[in-house]
């Protein structure tokens, strides 16, 4: 029997915990289990409204977002969250990378499928520790974003897309002086 | 004489060689050429290797998916993005530099020096800021301003000059601060399980230096 399948255009979100598994291989699976906890209250804490939390995806999450603008605003907010959550000398470390994309994604019931679900996370693995990696897709779809500096790091190939894919790092304006 | 371009290497597979010379005419050899009205230039390639001679201080982007890129003279902004293959930047202004696996060596950096990698060893000369970002590949800079390193597992090694502001962290990986210079410096490191050594007296006047490792070891010496 087929399931109930549709699609509608949103941003698609995917966050990953950098050194997961040396940080439970070191600390234990308690210690894990609280990582987990302390990104999940992060991103809820990011989330604005519209937005939402597909699945959490072991030490990942993905997420979704009816605007463009507010994924990449929420996500380069993600980090802020953390960093509050853990500020003192014995928090582990917790740095999430994250991968912004806009598609048309299929929806099966409350999962997302597809090949821009597919490049979103590729484009997630590629970002460093604490960092917010856009595509160009994206960016354009979200038009100007007051605070938010984005620097072009060009084209990448990722496993699996035929074309280079433009990529934008997304960080929070600096004034300088 | 040319004046510097902007130019974009986008090639699947290849070896990239670019040598900037000042005065030089673009020349390219091994791709096709597309000139746009902005001034930028594609350069694209179904062959294993492409040589681009350039004006001194041009800035070039390369993105590939395999095969080594080297870099020679002084370009202006140099951004690669790679997934394998060695990379290596003789001297720019700016750079920014992602792999996924592959050596990463940079001789000199004006200006801002980033390199994010999976397993890549990465080497930065001189740099005025650097930022390095790796999962498992060993990181060095031998002389920074200021100097920021982040890896998962692997070792941290950074120069830092008397006026330097150092912020290295790393989940399971040893820290190492070479202040040179004989002033003392202002220092806050912490390792949860591992030892830390502070070999430079504590003081004002001289760098600042912030480490922390989980697990690994942290000293701070003189360079």
């Not at chain 1, 979704?64 to 980090?79: G, H, N, P, T, Y």
């Not at chain 1, 520790?129 to 974003?145: H, N, S």
């Not at chain 2, 690669?80 to 001789?107: D, F, L, P, Y």
């Amino acid at each position: 029997m087929a399931s109930s399948v549709s699609t509608s255009s949103g941003a698609i979100v995917f966050t990953d915990i950098v050194g997961f598994t040396e940080l439970t291989e070191a600390h234990g699976d308690d210690v894990a289990l609280s990582l987990v906890e302390r990104q999940e209250r992060a991103v809820h804490a990011s989330l604005p409204a519209g937005a939402r939390v597909i699945k959490a995806l072991g030490d990942g999450m993905l997420l979704w977002f009816e605007r463009a603008d507010e994924a990449i605003v929420a996500s380069v907010r993600l980090q802020a969250e953390i960093d509050a959550d853990g500020a003192d000398d014995d928090a582990l470390p917790l740095w999430v990378r994250t991968g912004v994309h806009w598609g048309t994604p299929r929806w099966r019931g409350d999962d997302i499928i597809g090949r821009d679900v597919n490049l979103a996370s590729r484009v997630t693995a590629l970002a460093a520790a604490r960092e917010v990696l856009c595509t160009d897709v994206v960016v354009a779809r979200a038009g100007p974003m007051p605070g938010i500096e984005l620097t072009s790091l060009g084209s990448v190939y990722v496993k699996g897309i035929v074309d280079a894919v433009p990529v934008l790092r997304a960080e929070r304006l600096t004034v300088e002086g | 004489m040319g004046d510097p371009l902007h130019i974009r290497i986008t090639v699947r597979s290849a070896r990239v060689d670019v040598r900037a010379v000042t005065g030089a005419d673009l020349a390219v050899e091994g791709g096709h050429v597309t000139r746009h009205r902005d001034g930028a230039v594609d350069v694209t390639s179904s062959r294993s290797a492409i040589e681009v001679v350039c004006p001194a201080g041009s800035s070039v982007t390369v993105s590939t998916a395999s095969g080594s890129v080297t870099t020679r003279g002084r370009l202006g902004v140099v951004r690669v993005v790679t997934a394998s293959g060695r990379v290596e930047v003789e001297h720019a202004e700016e750079i920014e530099i992602r792999t996924v696996a592959g050596r990463v060596e940079v001789g000199e950096c004006a200006g801002s020096c980033r390199v994010t990698s999976k397993s890549s060893r990465i080497e930065v000369g001189t740099a005025n800021v650097v930022e390095l970002s790796s999962t498992s590949g060993r990181v060095s800079v031998r002389q920074a301003d200021l100097a920021s390193a982040r890896t998962v597992s692997s070792r941290i090694e950074i120069g830092a000059t008397s006026a330097a502001r150092v912020s290295a962290h790393t989940i399971s990986g040893r820290v190492e601060v070479r202040v040179l210079g004989r002033l003392p410096a202002r220092m806050h490191l912490h390792s949860r399980t591992g030892a830390v050594e502070r070999k430079v007296p504590e003081g004002e006047g001289g760098a600042h230096i912030e480490a922390s490792s989980t697990s690994g070891s942290i000293v701070v010496d003189r360079g």
